[in-house]
């Protein structure tokens, strides 16, 4: 059998191979979703590790058509998928070729692009055709510098355009970059079946604790100027004070778990730290109307992920420039801030990441376009910050008051009407 020209992954072989954690990746749509859905897998072989991920995440009530690569045949994926009994065999059909397939509200491709920009194009030109409308098309592209420049490219330009999300998965060899790409306007309605999105790039301790990947990179920079100062001074001991400061740095970054209520009506904090104030007011910036906003201050010893307070999709994002107040003082809503204005079945909603005294930066991950769950991570801020959410005041009532303690995602500062 010969692979379709629509499919072509690569215009050169390589050795690049998709592992388990960017396949957990790549299928991060398909696992995330908790209606009932098709999907369709691209490029998969028995060995597949993006296959046994998709096998993985289906539902009782989910279809996943599969597709095989260049290197294997139909017949071999359908003895393997056999062999994992009868509950799989009802739900995996394998197709001779992928003209024999139908829409899908999951397409994923399980080899890397690996040619250059046009045969990347060609690539996602032939798999739009099988998107359903809304749905993501999940891709994966080598990271290392240098290699694969053309395909690499090409995918950040679509997802310029047409971004659902994107990850960098360092454990993988060589590490790969995840895309997804929707390439029609996604139903805001989809966002409340949605569970969290996998996280790949953050590295686990234990199972409910991990590092952002930012604490690694912070805590690697701190590693690097203790090993610098130890060989410009090799009798000195001041190597020490960045070498001890390591540990605390990447604590900062702390990513844990959470457990996000299932009540549809719950409104979730998008940070740890302390109710600054719960106030109604007007900002004529988001629209008409009477806002309720709920406002959190994170001390340097708190979490500093944001999470999403609602489920929708992210319709604008803005950065309002401005000052570097305490952001404990009330004159810090004038500070530098990210606005991320989600559009939900309740109405506009809206996530504000204010930097502080020491906070100058701002980390937002979730392009426009994209669709949130209830508790999903979108972003952090670096040190003492403070973040706001906005909701209509008509539509919500606030369930938290000055001086509360509240942990994001988790606890429900406001319910719906």
Known sequence: MTQSPAVRTSGRPGPVRIGERAARTLVTELARRNDPKAALLVGAAPESAVLAAAID??????????VPSATATPAALREHVTAQGRWVADRVRVADS????DAAEVVIAAEPLTGTAEEARTTIDGLA????DGAVLSLAVPAAPGRTAGAAAELERQGVLHGAGTDLVLRNSPPVRVHRLRLTPAVVAVAARLAPAHRPSSVPLTRSMHI?????????????LAALTRAVRPKSKLWLLPALAAAPVAAF?????RDVPEDPSAVVAAAD?????VQRLHDERFGDGEWLRVAVFLSVLDVHVNRSPVAGKVVDYFVADGGFVNAMKPDAEHNVAAYTVLDTEHGTVVVAQRTGLIARRIVQRAPIGSLLARGERFGLIRFGSRTDVYLPADAADPLVGPGDRVIGGSTVIARWR
Do not use: C, M, Q, W
Not at 273 to 277: I, P, Q
């Open 212 to 224: 952002d990947s930012n604490g690694v990179a912070a805590a690697g920079i701190v590693l690097g």
């Open 57 to 66: 995440a289906l539902l009782p009530g989910d279809s996943l058509t599969v």
């Open 273 to 277: 730290g302390k109710v600054l104030s």
């Open 253 to 257: 970054f702390r990513d844990p778990e």
């Open 98 to 101: 992928l003209a024999e397939a």
């Open 129 to 132: 055709k099988y998107l359903a």
